[in-house]
Structure formats: structure tokens, C-alpha cells
């Protein structure tokens, strides 16, 4: 399945190695829009938010989805939409 995830960090200058290294963790990962990352994952989006939970603040906001369907739309790079399609 593909997750998308997105948060709002509210610490700024915070040091969030390991929320990146913790959704790196991913069989495969893309990033391209500054918050927001899609994984290609067996787990659910409850595993990875009580995993990315564990490495940021609680005052962070978090969004996890399973945006795997077959309906979505956007503007964004051809590598995009490229990585979305080898990997649903």
C-alpha cells in the first residue's frame, strides 16, 4: 500500500533526523513537497503513526492515510507521479 504522510512541525530549528530516518524506513519512500512524504508499506497507517510519534514533539501535528485507491489527482513532477504508479 502507499501512505501518505504529512505533518506540521511546531518546533522550529528543531532536530527531526530521526522523524526523517524513522519514514526512510519505508520499503520505498518519496519526497518532494516539504511536509509531506508517500511510503510504499505493508503496515497501516496506525503502525507508522505510533512510530513516527515516538521521534516528534506532541505539540506536532501528524496526518497518516492510506491514499493506495485508484482515484487521485494533482499537480506534481512527472518523478512523481512516475514513483506513485510503480509503486501502488
Do not use: C
Not at 11 to 24: A, F, M, R, W
Not at 65 to 76: E, F, Q, T
Request: net charge positive.
Amino acid at each position: 500500500m502507499i501512505l501518505l504522510i504529512t505533518y506540521d512541525l511546531k518546533k522550529p530549528g528543531q532536530d527531526y533526523t530521526s522523524l526523517y530516518n524513522t519514514i526512510k524506513s519505508a520499503d520505498s519512500w518519496w519526497h518532494y513537497l516539504e511536509s509531506t512524504w508517500l511510503i510504499k508499506t505493508n503496515q497501516n497507517p496506525s503502525a507508522w503513526t505510533d512510530k513516527i510519534k515516538r521521534v516528534i514533539d506532541p505539540n506536532d501535528y501528524l496526518f497518516v492515510v492510506d491514499i493506495s485507491g485508484k482515484s487521485y489527482n494533482g499537480w506534481l513532477p512527472q518523478k512523481a507521479w512516475d514513483w506513485i504508479n510503480q509503486n501502488k
